[in-house]
């Protein structure tokens, strides 16, 4: 019985009975086969169509299997190669896996076998392509295009951040909570040549100091209470990668002191053990403290310091780059908008002058909560001044602007009063056809009654003076 299998395969030989045969075996399948009879033949078809995989005898009339395994391997490399014999040998076959060769089979072919090589190749294919579009993925997420912004402060930032990624030089990323230091030491991973291997994160703020040694350099069994296994530590998980340090203030003295060694030597040894590793670890490291006014109390040691400061990298608050506020609103907007399935087109005026003359003292991460939290309880086509939390509006002078505006009244009574006379002149003008004035208004029927509720708009109310 034929199965319903995925991939387009191609078929060379010379031998028009072993091709028409393989062809149709393969067909029946289910694979789309094409056939070639000569290497000038198959070339020109690969320049025609991307084929998954190619099952190709070795002699030719014209060129032999080698030449076109090579042609392949610069000209479609993605494409899995399988070689035919009739005089096979373990030396050909050792060559033919060297040059690329995805399989190298003997004449005759048993159906079994060729079919077992053909799966192996296609699923080899789909893996591969499964990692470039994770690859893709990490790329577009954790890349240099990942961190928004386009005050001059930033751009100074890529710029730096560019120059020193491929390289092995320690990075100092200092900032404010919430800037995006992880984001920073994230892109640095990736457009380094190290974004392949491992990126290893650990906040050392979170863990108590009896644990952030043994995290980090890992232990033996029986190093202290508890230890009941061998435990292998963050630097040695992060070897021929990055491994980055948030908060790295917070280290204790014992631990500096066995930061300083790995990165002096590159070597460290567990906890409890004596045993001596070696690691190949770029070190990236965050901290929102100022590290001078740290080694001048003495919590920080001088000599670390020195020798973690090779490139240091400020992340600059949001409230100094105020500028970035709609271009970042607008890519979280975007981002929840997917999340939630809502379809929000917009910040109004209002809404964005308040967002930028706030402090934003919890820097990025607060306003990515601020637009998750507007996007939750936004009601309307677009995010308004009243989607946005109290303490936006508080304790700066766009507060006094906003009153002025607001006449005294609160923003959702301001916001109120313009709706209401709105809605009336709608019904007026439609004859108090609610179904037409809704249409009027862009907004469906149900919607116009419970404005008209919470509004007591009647015909009654409205005309009740006249």
């Known amino acids: 019985m034929a199965r319903n299998l995925s991939g387009s395969l191609l078929v060379v030989d010379d031998d028009r009975y072993i091709q ?3 062809a149709d075996y393969l067909r029946g399948l289910g694979y789309r086969t094409e056939t070639a009879s000569n290497c000038t033949d198959a070339i020109a078809r690969m320049e025609e169509f991307p084929f998954e995989a190619i099952i190709c005898d070795v002699n030719l009339p014209d060129k032999d299997g080698f030449q076109l395994l090579q042609w392949s391997r610069e000209n479609a490399p993605e494409t899995a190669i399988i070689l035919l014999t009739g005089f096979g040998t373990i030396e050909s076959a050792v060559e033919a896996i060297r040059m690329g060769a995805f399989d190298y089979l003997t004449k005759p072919v048993i159906d079994e076998e060729l079919r077992f090589s053909i ?30 912004g386009k005050d001059y402060k930033m751009l100074r ?55 952030l040694e043994s995290e980090l350099f ?10 009941s296994h061998d ?43 004596n045993v001596t590793h070696k690691v190949d670890v770029r070190l990236v490291l965050a901290t929102n403290e100022n590290l001078e006014e740290c080694v001048k109390r003495g919590t920080f040691r001088e000599d670390l310091y020195y020798r973690i400061n090779v490139i240091a990298m400020t992340q600059p608050p949001l409230r100094d780059r105020i500028g970035d506020i709609p271009l970042l609103s607008a890519h979280y907007l975007q981002m929840f908008n997917e999340q939630t399935g809502r379809n929000i087109s917009a910040i109004d005026e209002m809404a964005m002058q308040a967002m930028q003359h706030y402090h934003w003292p919890g820097n990025v991460r607060e306003l990515v909560n601020v637009i998750e939290r507007a996007v939750v309880l936004c009601r309307e086509d677009h995010i308004t001044a009243g989607d946005l ?39 007026e003008a439609s ?15 149900t919607t116009l009654y419970k404005k008209m509720k919470r509004y007591e708009i009647d015909f009654e109310s409205v005309y009740k003076h006249i």
């Not at 080899?124 to 990942?146: C, H, M, P, V, Y």
């Not at 990323?173 to 190290?194: D, P, V, Y």
């Not at 890992?218 to 230890?227: I, R």
């Not at 004859?431 to 029927?445: D, E, M, P, S, Y």
């Open 389 to 427: 939390p109290e303490k936006l509006f508080a304790n700066h002078e766009h507060r006094a602007n906003i009153e002025t505006y607001l006449g005294g009244a609160s923003l959702k009574s301001a916001l109120t009063e313009p709706e209401r006379h709105l809605i009336i002149q709608a019904l």
């Open 20 to 22: 028409s045969a393989m």
């Open 231 to 273: 435990k292998i530590g963050k630097f040695l998980q992060a070897d021929r990668g990055t491994l980055f340090l948030d908060e790295v203030a917070t280290a204790s003295p014992a631990l500096q002191v066995k930061l300083l060694r790995v990165l002096q030597d590159r070597e460290f040894e567990p906890v409890g053990g």
């Open 218 to 227: 890992g232990h033996v069994t029986g190093a202290f209470t508890g230890a």
């Open 119 to 148: 799966e192996r190749a296609l699923s080899q294919r789909q893996i591969l392509d499964e990692n470039k579009k994770l690859k893709a993925q990490l790329t577009q997420r954790f890349g240099l295009s990942s961190i928004i």
């Open 431 to 445: 004859g108090w056809n609610r179904q037409k004035t809704a249409k009027t208004l862009g907004i469906n029927r």
């Open 157 to 211: 930032m890529f710029e730096l951040i560019e120059s020193v990624a491929d390289t092995r030089t320690t990075v100092l990323i200092l900032g404010e909570s919430g800037t995006g230091k992880t984001m920073t030491a994230r892109s640095i991973h990736q457009l380094s040549n190290r974004r392949d291997k491992p990126f290893v994160e650990v906040a050392c703020g979170s863990l108590p100091e009896s644990l």
